[in-house]
């Protein structure tokens, strides 16, 4: 099994398969506009614009899982991505990240990359999972980690 496996629905509404990114180096992230970690995205956009010709690319989820800092729907969270931070790299509805309905890729995602302590459920926004060419988890990395941190492990898969 790899993240090929799964699909998801764009902020449009587009139901797309994981397996148009193979070959790619990907870094999935839950996201929330309203959210400490939230300026993150300046990072996720500058790391994908940095990379993206070389075959790497950043796929966000918004969640309103934690303390209602999603509550828009997808046309907010497009304009707000793209007004305040210029988001250019894929993004998708809203979908939960953590219990019973949590959508199977961060399902996926979080069994192949358990947290702290071996915990497979996700704390909190902008954490962020790193998948190689192949379609596996390397690294699942904690929402305060920054993308410019990342920028090292995503240039050795790349």
């Not at 993150?40 to 969640?63: H, I």
């Not at 990240?97 to 979080?110: E, I, N, S, W």
């Not at 947290?115 to 926004?125: F, H, Q, V, Y």
């Not at 990395?141 to 920028?151: H, K, S």
């Amino acid at each position: 099994m790899s993240i090929y496996d799964f699909s998801a629905s764009t902020l449009r509404g587009k139901e797309e398969s994981m397996e148009q990114y193979k070959g790619n180096v990907l870094l999935v992230v839950n996201t929330a506009s309203k959210c400490g970690f939230t300026p993150q995205f300046k990072g996720l956009q500058e790391t994908y614009d940095k990379f993206k010709d070389r075959g790497f690319t950043v796929l966000g989820f918004p969640s309103n899982q934690f303390a209602g800092q999603e509550p828009g729907d997808s046309d907010d969270i497009a304009e707000f991505c793209q007004i305040n931070y210029g988001v250019t790299f894929p993004m998708f509805e809203k979908i939960d990240v953590k219990g019973d309905d949590a959508h199977p890729l961060f399902k996926y995602l979080t069994n192949e990359a358990p947290g702290l302590l071996g915990s497979k459920s996700i704390k909190w926004n902008f954490t962020k999972f790193l998948v190689d060419r192949d379609g596996k988890v390397v690294k699942r990395y904690a929402p305060q980690t920054t993308p410019e941190q990342i920028e090292a492990d995503i240039a050795k898969l790349i």
